[in-house]
């Protein structure tokens, strides 16, 4: 009997547990999912083109960086930007980061005097997350791949733009079309600030991908062509 009573007290215990723990919300991953095949063309990838964006545009000191995290949202990160609840996970439609990005009121953000994310960054967004908000990565990298409208455009809006355009850019330097780059191309700053050689290293967030950095310097290195 005494027996019987002890199994009855676990098969309690153990089911009170289980029914517990089903009520909690699914644990979001940190460590990214990791793709070591070249990145597929069809799939948004957070570290690759999502958290670079938020680090240049949205992760600003005063703003949402680790310091500010104004109105308690820090961007700085898959984790914090996750536990912020801006994102819900294949719902872009109900989520608040693409509300205040697509807005064209006083209440957008990036806020003015920044500039807007552009179409084109606002669409990568939202299919991260219509893809199921995934903190995934792709290790693909090809930098003999260096023309100006297909790569180093893109690299430069996605981790240098948000800084530098709009009304009052940083350092007075303006990042927004061929001619701007193209002028810290020729007089040296654009090496030295992704190489921090000479200058402050930049993007603030920490060095560009080698990836990256090659592509630039292979740009450069061959005219920086406006090709």
Known sequence: ????????ITFILAFALFTNSCQHEPVVPVNPITDTVKCDSNTVYFENQVLPILLSSCAMSKCHDNVSHKEGVQLTSYSSLMSSDIVKAGKSYDSKIMEVITKTDKERMPPSPYSALDPSQIELIRKWIDQGAKNNKCNACDSSDFKFST??????STNCKGCHSGTNPSKGVRLENYNNV????????????????????????????????NAITNWVNAGAPNN
């Open 1 to 8: 009997m005494r027996n019987q009573v002890l199994l009855l």
């Open 151 to 156: 790569r180093i455009s893109v690299i430069i």
């Open 182 to 213: 193209k002028a810290i191309a020729d007089d040296g700053r654009l090496l030295g600030v992704i190489k921090g050689k000479g200058y402050t290293l930049m993007p603030p967030s920490g060095k560009m991908d080698d990836c990256k950095v």
